[in-house]
């Protein structure tokens, strides 16, 4: 009966985003800030795939997951940054309520990929430095396409129940999200109707996705580690670790936040400027990861910098080229 009266009731056509809390002055910075944000970050990514190409020996397993976690964060970026843009230069903050949902999915849908792309990556750095004989034949770039298409495919698949739940129920008012992007959580909570179900449903869903898959990570490397402490050589050592290392801080930057926010939010913890905090977490575990990755990767994978080395020395012997024949 209480479905019946809910069909009844007029459901909004559009959605309002409400921003960073108590920030009104300035708008255009803001705007500008996320678009040299999402130019850095699609030219990082980018380069990431140009050097990729152009450098054969780096088709490899772990570049070939590496491009895959690029091409994830500029979908993940790409979801949430234009709208962002347009609500602060352009003064646009509504978005339509079919959208929303899409833009729920698509961002749950990045995420998920991240996930378990990082995961994968963890794997790879299992074998290689847990199982070194057994890595040429178990990881092989073909093996590393198909665990990497397993990724995307149940990334995608992931968030279709939550979506579907969620856009299922009615939405009378109020219409205000508190954050820059149509966050699930927060989307629940605006539905007319009784939503504890569609809750439970979501708390199980990024638990697996997001707790299911850190523990995982957390536990290859504590593997790893106790590996890398085995080795005898201090050459080894430093080597296993530096590369380890890299790894690490992606996934710290990308899950801690994640966690802190998931932990907070079941809880149901409340602080002092929850709205703000929550808000600033949101667009740091979103748009960050995406910007520092290509980064990150570029200035501690010696592969890639030696690619730029030589990029930067090619450039330099044209340019003296140039002003030889210049002068001559």
């Known amino acids: 009966m209480e479905a019946l009266v809910n069909l009844n009731i007029t459901s909004i056509k559009e959605f309002v985003f409400a921003g960073f809390p108590g920030v009104s002055k300035f708008p255009e910075l803001i705007g500008l800030t996320f678009t040299i944000t999402y130019i850095l970050t ?43 843009i347009q609500i602060y ?26 996930s378990y792309i990082l995961l994968v990556m963890a794997m790879d ?84 996705v997001l707790i299911g898959v850190f523990v995982l990570i957390l536990l290859s490397y504590l593997r790893i580690i106790i590996s890398v402490l085995k080795i005898a050589t201090t050459s080894g050592r430093k080597k296993a670790a530096y590369t380890c290392s890299t790894q690490l801080i992606v996934i710290a930057i990308y899950f801690l936040p994640r966690l802190f926010v998931y932990i907070a939010f079941t809880a149901g913890l409340s602080v002092q400027g929850e709205a703000e905090l929550r808000v600033c977490l949101g667009i740091f575990y979103c748009l960050v990861p995406p910007l520092v990755n290509p980064i990150i990767y570029s200035f501690r994978l010696n592969e890639i910098k030696q690619f730029v080395y030589k990029l ?10 140039g002003q030889i024949k210049g002068a001559a």
């Open 42 to 84: 699609l030219l990082g990514n980018i380069f990431i795939f140009y050097v990729v190409k152009k450098q054969e020996s780096l088709r490899t397993p772990m570049f070939i997951i590496i491009c895959n976690l690029a091409f994830s964060d500029v979908i993940y970026s790409t979801v949430i940054t234009p709208k962002i």
């Open 89 to 114: 230069l352009f003064g646009n903050n509504t978005i339509k309520s079919q959208t929303c949902f899409l833009q729920m999915y698509f961002l749950y849908f990045a995420g998920s990929v991240d």
């Open 125 to 208: 750095r299992y074998v290689s430095i847990c199982h070194p004989l057994r890595y040429p034949t178990l990881i092989t770039n073909k093996n590393t396409h198909l665990t990497c298409l397993v990724a995307w495919i149940i990334g995608a698949l992931s968030p279709v129940g939550l979506v579907t739940y969620a856009s299922g129920f009615p939405y009378c008012g109020p219409n205000v999200i508190s954050h820059l992007y149509c966050d699930y959580g927060l989307i629940v909570k605006l539905a007319c109707t009784e939503t504890s179900s569609i809750k439970q449903t979501g708390t199980s869903i990024v638990s697996i």
């Open 312 to 321: 930067l020395k090619q450039g330099k012997i044209t340019n003296t080229g």
